[in-house]
């Protein structure tokens, strides 16, 4: 016997427009910017660290108004760069394991299926990318979708994506899994921008010089 439960209706979203939706995302972005920053600015200064970098402007002004060369002994990207070859040497495919014994021929197929699938889209290569960058900044990130310009059925895609052009939304564990959200962006040069969106090209020119 089951308890008959009231089904409560859900009114419909209020639709929005183009504009209240670009300036709600806007909103979070400088939001969760500002609860990010201190990490993105620690992983900007270990990726500096790493490619030797360890100087600040106003320090090189002062020592070379002392006469004093700013000497850097980097043992940081050495290290760095062994540990990216030895994961590069030691890359292994995804492996499916059975539960039972009757899920052997099953885990075969996805062996081979997901195999295929990876190697389709160079997830090793990307793999191998994010991997620096966790290494190096602390995160790392993969961008996966399907495109279907060159497919009709559709082409997987997987890509590294730029550490520092995702915020994260509020979250606790470091799988992601309680994450509100996150906002990803990207930087175009200006001629970049006018290719993508040749029927914006005034705005973007106008908006280049106030940005400038």
């Known amino acids: 016997m089951h308890t008959i439960e009231e089904y409560v209706t859900?009114?419909?979203k209020k639709k929005q427009n183009k504009m209240e939706a670009v300036r709600e995302v806007y909103d979070l972005y400088?939001?969760?910017?500002?609860?990010e920053g201190d990490s993105l600015k620690k992983g900007k200064e270990a990726e500096d660290f790493r490619c030797g970098e360890q100087w600040?402007?106003?320090q090189k002004?002062?020592?070379e108004g002392l006469e004093r060369a700013c000497v850097t002994i980097?043992?940081?990207?050495?290290?760095?760069?062994?540990?990216?070859?030895?994961?590069?040497q030691q890359r292994t495919d995804i492996k499916y394991l059975p539960v039972?014994?009757?899920?052997?021929?099953?885990?075969d197929l996805l062996d081979i299926t997901s195999k295929q699938v990876l190697d389709q889209c160079y997830y090793q290569r990307e793999k191998s990318k994010v991997f620096e960058d966790a290494t190096v900044c602390g995160r790392g990130l993969f961008n996966f979708y399907i495109r279907f310009d060159k497919d009709i059925r559709g082409e997987i895609i997987c890509?590294?994506?730029?550490?520092?052009?995702?915020?994260?939304?509020?979250?606790e564990k470091e799988d992601l899994s309680d994450c509100e959200g996150l906002i990803k962006h990207r930087m175009y040069s200006k001629a970049k921008l006018e290719e993508l969106w040749p029927e914006k090209?005034?705005?973007?020119?106008?908006?280049?010089?106030?940005?400038?």
């Open 61 to 63: 002004r002062y020592l």
């Open 30 to 35: 400088k939001t969760w910017r500002e609860l």
């Open 100 to 107: 039972e014994g009757g899920d052997n021929r099953v885990a």
């Open 159 to 171: 890509e590294r994506y730029p550490w520092d052009q995702v915020v994260l939304g509020p979250h």
């Open 10 to 12: 859900k009114s419909p």
């Open 74 to 88: 980097n043992w940081i990207g050495k290290s760095v760069d062994e540990l990216i070859g030895y994961q590069m």
């Open 201 to 212: 090209a005034g705005q973007i020119q106008k908006d280049f010089h106030f940005y400038e």
């Open 56 to 58: 600040s402007a106003d």
